[in-house]
């Protein structure tokens, strides 16, 4: 399979180094789950997904956000704590898609998280790093399609289907 030579190279260099947990780590363990189950390998996805709950309770990334551990923050603990968010994010998201799919347990319980989403930051929602960004309005891209010019393919239902759905 088309990558598979660096996925497994990867697997390696993750297997070879697990006593030092990184949220970089993380999310290559999280790539490499995406991999694995594309191609069917269970076991190694289990695992990887295993080993990076683990370094996430480490890092203590399951309560960045719980009130003691409130402070306030540079604009570089920002965007480390950003990307710690969107990495915890994802990290969740994919052990519930592993339950479902498979019938395991989901190891991340609701009840012991305090992590905001990325866009209830305040400083996500009001930092402009470009001026000239400041009246940039976003347009819906529904109202921007005409109805006559639309593709009457068979793959545009398709896709209205499964966005519908």
Not at 16 to 31: H, R
Not at 93 to 120: C, Q
Request: charged share 25%; net charge positive.
């Amino acid at each position: 399979m088309c990558g598979s030579l660096y996925a497994d190279t990867a697997f390696e260099i993750l297997s070879n180094d697990l006593g030092n947990p990184s949220v970089d780590k993380i999310l290559s363990c999280l790539f490499l789950v995406l991999h694995y189950d594309a191609i069917s390998k269970f076991s190694r996805s289990f695992f990887l997904i295993s080993l990076s709950n683990k370094y996430a309770y480490l890092l203590r990334m399951s309560v960045m956000d719980a009130s003691k551990y409130k402070r306030s923050k540079s604009r570089q603990d920002w965007i480390s704590f950003e990307y710690k968010r969107r990495v915890w994010w994802f990290l969740y998201i994919r052990n519930v898609i592993i339950g479902l799919n498979y019938g395991t347990i989901i190891k991340i319980s609701s009840n012991d998280m305090a992590v905001n989403f990325p866009s209830n930051d305040y400083y996500f929602q009001n930092y402009n790093s470009d001026p000239s960004l400041k009246n940039y309005e976003l347009t819906d891209c529904t109202k921007a399609i005409n109805e006559n010019k639309r593709d009457k393919r068979d793959e545009a239902y398709v896709l209205e289907i499964i966005i519908h759905i």
